[in-house]
């Protein structure tokens, strides 16, 4: 009886071990599977995927079976830098046994938050019918991740302007700018005469004729068109009355009116309307004209040293003496390379006569030191140095000069070595000189 009593003892002891290892062996798991989607599936590019709201169910050797957050588990293979969809690998790890699965991620863009523009130096103006320009435009993009950049590859909307276009709109990947700008009519700016009438000069009474004259109208929008005698339309200046020809010797400005595509614009011309008007000078001279540069041209020294011959439309000519009183000149400074000045009787600019002219360099008549030069302490004996020295040079004309000194520029002393008690050194320019104090050392 004890023995059989030994053998159960045993027996429920073992059974109790085993119940016991069986209780104490945890479940690792052998399965997962995506069993809920994430809220999204895209990846922001260079971000980390949100896989919220996402779940798996693991299943465990044992039979059981849970729900886990997809959040818990591990993404291998995502290359986040990489634009497009991705087939990438959920990992579970429990107990020591890692299980995986699949799930296919799209890596995106980062979202654009706003759009900023410059327009510094970009064309905002423009003609109705002209392409919007985007030289000068720089538009900034930033983007969900904080990060800006330049962008390029932006849309515009409207590309072809009108008058009633206020504004141009910039679009990036959803979000938008603005660029004012301002969109004129067409109209014509502008009238340029390319060609005058082939006969300028009239008496009062002639018929005006247009032959010769051709012009061009520039349209704001670039665009030009051309006109001639037979297309323009001439008015007097004064009361815009068609245009036959001169009443009187101040009707002189004629009206040139283009009726171009945008409009009509004007210009004027003007004639050479007189009773008896001269058409040619010829100057003589009873002796040279010597002027000295930088003077300017004068009739008061010089009056009877000029003779003009004039001829005038009628075929008449007269002899008048050279004088301001009946002569004028742009009165600008005379050079030496100058060899003739430009005469015209006074009131006619374009009747001109050459008066031949000897314009000579003016004089040096005086040198001052303006700058010392570097060098006044010397010892008996010592050789002079002028570095440093600047000179200020006088001429007849009035006008002054600066020289500094150069080994070759001429400037010299007139004693290059110093002597005994010697006080000032005189130095010399051209024939003249000027001199400045030194220090002398014993």
Known sequence: MKKIFSVVLI????????????????????????????????????????????LVTVEYDDGSVKDVPMSHLVVKGLKNDTLGAQTVALSYTENGKTVSTAID???????????????????????????????????????????????????????????????????????????????????????????????????????FVSDGISVTVTHNDGTTEPFDGNSLKF????????????????????????FSKYGDISTTIRLNVRAVEPTSLTAELKHDLVFTEGEVFSFFAEEEAISVKVVYNNG???????????????????????????????????????????????????????????????????????????????????YFDTLNYAPDCGISAVSSVIQEDQTVVEVTYQGQTASFGIDLSE
């Not at 209780?23 to 922001?44: D, I, Q, R």
């Not at 200046?237 to 068609?242: F, L, P, T």
């Not at 004028?328 to 031949?356: C, H, K, M, N, R």
């Open 105 to 207: 991620l799209t890596v995106v863009a980062p979202k654009v938050t706003d759009l900023s523009v410059q327009t510094d130096g970009a064309k905002l103006s423009y003609v109705e019918g002209e392409v919007f320009n985007k030289q000068g435009i720089v538009v900034t993009a930033t983007y969900q991740t904080g990060e800006s950049a330049q962008v390029t590859n932006y849309q515009i909307s409207p590309t072809t302007l009108t008058v009633a276009t206020t504004a141009v709109k910039i679009t990036y990947r959803g979000a938008t700018a603005e660029i004012p700008v301002t969109v004129a009519a067409h109209a014509p700016v502008s009238i340029r005469i390319d060609s005058q009438p082939t006969k300028r000069n009239y008496f009062v009474g002639e018929t």
């Open 11 to 54: 027996m429920l002891v073992a059974l109790a071990l085993t119940f016991g290892f069986a209780a104490c062996k945890k479940a690792v798991p052998v399965k997962v599977a995506v069993s809920k989607e994430p809220t999204t599936t895209k990846v922001v590019q260079g971000q980390e995927p949100d896989l919220s709201g996402g």
């Open 235 to 258: 008015c007097h200046n004064s009361d815009g009355s068609d245009y036959f020809g001169p009443t009187s010797p101040s009707d002189d400005i004629v009206k040139v009116v283009a």
């Open 316 to 398: 008449t000519q007269s002899t008048l003496v050279g004088s301001s009183d009946y002569f004028s000149f742009t009165p600008t400074p005379l050079d030496v390379e100058q060899t003739s000045v430009s005469i015209w009787l006074s009131g006619y600019p374009s009747v001109t006569a050459s008066v031949p002219i000897t314009v000579n360099p003016p004089a040096l008549t005086g040198i001052s030191v303006l700058v010392l030069p570097d060098k006044r302490n010397y010892y008996v004996g010592d050789t002079v140095d002028l570095t440093g020295l600047t000179l200020q040079l006088a001429f007849s004309n009035g």
